[in-house]
């Protein structure tokens, strides 16, 4: 398995609060994504960085923000989670991107009371 | 925008039977990639098709891109207890370095 830890693992959280996922990877890719997977609905894309502070909305961007400080680094942040972000959530990283596959990380278990 | 539709949602099958799953991409795309996820895992990458037309194998499945590179299935012979999971298909349009998910079929397996 490439090399890509997310944090935390699972969290519960109440309505309102703030939230911020980690995904680290030591490959040096270029590319990282942010998706949350719900029954029925796949994995969809909430935000991607294609480098350092490069970042770009996906087709479920809002009530998320994203930042990327250092390549091996991208955060997911629900500046005020709602019940609806209940999910579990999972960075993939690429390395050239284009025709490249995507290596996932073990997912993030969020619930939102 | 591109929307990738993927058929069936669910298959059980006994041990021993053949699956196949459909993927329909709205747009044409560059290349087509297939993943698959155990229960509880991260979805992990299996294979990525390229021309139009192309057919790969790996053991007892079989993948392929339609001509119009539009429309891939993933088949699977005589299925095992081990191949239990969720199979996507994520297209990629152009240049654009996005996938799109198809929602994926939850194959299970009865032994």
């Known amino acids: 398995d490439a090399g890509i830890t997310q944090s935390p693992r699972h969290k519960v959280t109440e309505t309102g609060t703030p939230v911020t996922l980690r995904c680290h990877q030591t490959e040096n890719h270029r590319y990282m994504y942010w998706y949350r997977q719900d029954p029925g609905h796949g994995l969809r894309l909430i935000h991607y960085s294609y480098g350092v502070k490069d970042t770009d909305k996906g087709e479920v961007s809002d009530g998320y923000s994203v930042s990327r400080s250092k390549t091996e680094d991208f955060l997911l942040t629900l500046e005020s989670a709602t019940s609806s972000q209940t999910s579990v959530y999972f960075c993939?990283?690429?390395?050239?991107?284009?025709?490249?596959?995507?290596?996932f990380g073990p997912g993030t278990r969020l619930t939102v009371l | 925008g591109q929307q990738v539709m993927q058929i069936p949602q669910y298959q059980h099958v006994q041990e021993g039977e053949d699956f196949t799953t459909y993927c329909n991409s709205s747009t044409t795309l560059s290349n087509i990639q297939w993943y698959k996820q155990r229960p509880g895992g991260h979805p992990v990458f299996l294979i990525q098709?390229?021309?139009?037309?192309e057919v790969k194998k790996q053991k007892r499945l079989t993948f392929q891109f339609g001509e119009a590179k539009k429309n891939s299935s993933l088949h699977i012979t005589a299925t095992q207890t081990t191949d239990v999971g969720t199979y996507f298909c994520a297209g990629q349009e152009g240049s654009n370095y996005k996938l799109t998910f198809g929602k994926g079929t939850l194959l299970t397996v009865n032994p």
């Open positions: 098709l390229v021309k139009s037309g």
């Open positions: 993939a990283i690429s390395g050239t991107g284009m025709t490249d596959t995507q290596y």
